[in-house]
């Protein structure tokens, strides 16, 4: 099994700039979640999905964030635009089954870093 | 609301001791726990979970978990460390489909 796949690793852009993270969680998960960890905040929950539909996107920080998830495979994660205080490590983690006994399976994580 | 709680940043043992890594939880209703490593520059790795019944739960790589539900808390543990163990490890609650984390806790283990 590939496990979760994110691209790009790493993301080097200028404020104001437009940056799509990608996500393809493993085959047969049908929840999908993005997480951002920054030293001063540690792990928070951006959005998630069950069976592609966003459940909650509550952690999503303000409009400039937007995240999609158009089919079973692919989930993307849009900050436009971006700003400095963005820079962080975002993680797209999938599980089996939706509910509260399923263990997440991480990606390698992107790094952002907004100049 | 949910909360969980690592109170300590680091925690430091000797080759071949044994460690505790502690957590203590928040929840309204019934909990589910769970441990994950991060290594440098990687992802979070699911070590083990408590969703019902032993209160004693095995994981990966020799680690356990114990859930005492009278004192809201889940410390992971390992009989003898390995130096390989040093890592980051998280304590995580799920509650209504979404995990919160604790802040992690760094293990280092000194030969």
Known sequence: DAGVIQSPRHEVTEMGQEVTLRCKP?????????????????LELLIYFNN???????????????????????????????????????????????????????????????? | AQSVAQPEDQVNVAEGNPLTVKCTYSVSGNPYL??????????????????????????????????NKSQTSFHLKKPSALVSDSALYFCALTNAGKSTFGDGTTLTVKP
């Not at chain 2, 991060?38 to 990966?60: A, C, E, H, M, W």
């Open chain 2, 34 to 67: 769970f441990w994950y490593v991060q290594y440098p520059n990687r992802g979070l790795q699911f070590l083990l979970k408590y969703i019902t019944g032993d209160n004693l739960v095995k994981g990966s790589y020799g680690f356990e978990a114990e859930f």
């Open chain 1, 26 to 42: 493993i085959s047969g998960h049908n929840s999908l979640f993005w997480y951002r960890q920054t030293m001063m905040r540690g």
């Open chain 1, 52 to 115: 592609n539909v966003p459940i909650d996107d509550s952690g999503m920080p303000e409009d400039r964030f937007s995240a999609k998830m158009p089919n079973a495979s692919f989930s993307t994660l849009k900050i436009q635009p971006s700003e400095p205080r963005d820079s962080a490590v975002y993680f797209c983690a999938s599980s089996l089954v939706s509910g509260n006994t399923g263990e997440l399976f991480f990606g390698e994580g992107s790094r952002l870093t907004v100049l």
